[in-house]
């Protein structure tokens, strides 16, 4: 079992930077697969990013690209977003969830946080 805790959201200008983290329980943390997912109001939720549980892999939605840095500390059991460059486009509620096997595409992860708010104002 592994429970999920996301921080690190809030109010930021266009342009601006975040670092959201999410906290992870459970001391299979470091065998998973872990990502990042977002959910604009009125849309469905949609991948941003995902490394393996060693950090030798990842993979960014194209919209994050160049933008975006996913990053794990599996001594913390915690996996990073940095966001930089933010984008009103960028607002929305974001997940972490982990899964045993890192896929490029997958969506059947087996654990969600709870989600925090990220609002970038133009």
């Known amino acids: 079992q592994v429970q999920l805790v996301e921080s690190g959201g809030g109010l930021v200008q266009a342009g601006g930077s975040l670092r959201l983290s999410c906290a992870a329980s459970g001391r299979t943390f470091s065998s998973y697969a872990m990502a990042w997912f977002r959910q604009a109001p009125g849309k469905e939720r949609e991948f941003v990013a995902v490394?393996?549980?060693?950090?030798?892999?990842?993979y960014y939605a194209n919209s994050v690209k160049g933008r975006f840095t996913i990053s794990r500390d599996n001594a913390k059991n915690t996996v990073y977003l940095q966001m930089n460059s933010l984008k009103p486009e960028d607002t929305a509620v974001y997940y972490c969830?982990?899964?045993?096997?890192?896929?490029?595409?997958?969506?059947?992860?087996?654990?969600w946080g709870q989600g925090t708010q990220v609002t970038v104002s133009s």
């Open positions: 969830a982990a899964r045993q096997i890192y896929r490029i595409g997958a969506k059947d992860y087996d654990y």
């Open positions: 490394i393996n549980w060693s950090g030798a892999a990842t």
